[in-house]
T-cell receptor, first 111, second 113 residues
Framework: AQSVTQPDIHITVSEGASLELRCNYS??????LFWYVQSPGQGLQLLLK??????LVQGIKGFEAEFKRSQSSFNLRKPSVHWSDAAEYFC?????????FGTGTSLTVIP | NAGVTQTPKFQVLKTGQSMTLQCAQD?????MSWYRQDPGMGLRLIHY???????DQGEVPNGYNVSRSTTEDFPLRLLSAAPSQTSVYFC????????????FGSGTQLSVL
């Protein structure tokens, strides 16, 4: 069965520091991979997606993610975090007619 | 563009009551879906539709019904609400299925007492 694991429930970083959010997936073929962000009281917004090709993908708001097939990972990174990045982040796998979401990582940004 | 519109934003029900959560999109998307979001469990797919007249079950379909009579609308029905259905519900749509991003509504917070 397909699954998505986000091992970090909550992460706290200082403003200006770098960020890496982890995501591992379980799927038999090359999946369609996504990162979404959810601000409080809002729906989810797409940050970036990977389908094929270059394994380093760029997204909105300065985020990037790297697909590593050997590690079944799709980690999200940002070189310098801003206070407005505080939110919940979800990794997702698209396969067939369904999307599978991880349990999310909550990001707190300290001034 | 309005995008994906969900109504109501908040709802309180008593156990056994029925209600319909509305979802409409104005982007002519073929794919529509309903998720529930619970603390520590992420988003779980309830039902989805790949076009008018076609629906299918997701991970957690029990207690919910859907129909898709038009491309624009995808209502979610709770026939007999239970406290276990207390959750935040999101409707999402996309032009196609897995090679397109999902557009999400702003959610419905449902409490069942």
């Amino acid at each position: 069965a397909q699954s998505v694991t986000q091992p970090d429930i909550h992460i706290t970083v200082s403003e200006g520091a770098s960020l890496e959010l982890r995501c591992n997936y379980s799927y038999g073929a090359t999946p369609y991979l996504f990162w979404y962000v959810q601000s409080p009281g809002q729906g989810l917004q797409l940050l970036l997606k990977y389908f094929s090709g270059d394994t380093l993908v760029q997204g909105i708001k300065g985020f990037e993610a790297e697909f590593k097939r050997s590690q079944s990972s799709f980690n999200l990174r940002k070189p310098s975090v801003h206070w407005s990045d505080a939110a919940e982040y979800f990794c997702a796998v698209g396969t067939g007619n369904q999307f599978y979401f991880g349990t999310g990582t909550s990001l707190t940004v300290i001034p | 563009n309005a995008g994906v519109t969900q109504t109501p934003k908040f709802q309180v029900l008593k156990t056994g009551q029925s209600m319909t959560l509305q979802c409409a999109q104005d982007m002519n998307h073929e794919y529509m879906s309903w998720y529930r979001q619970d603390p520590g469990m992420g988003l779980r797919l309830i039902h989805y539709s790949v076009g008018a007249g076609i629906t299918d079950q997701g991970e957690v379909p029990n207690g919910y019904n859907v129909s898709r009579s038009t491309t624009e609308d995808f209502p979610l029905r709770l026939l007999s609400a239970a406290p276990s259905q207390t959750s935040v519900y999101f409707c999402a749509s996309s032009r196609q299925v897995f090679n397109e991003k999902l557009f999400f509504g702003s959610g419905t917070q449902l409490s069942v007492l």
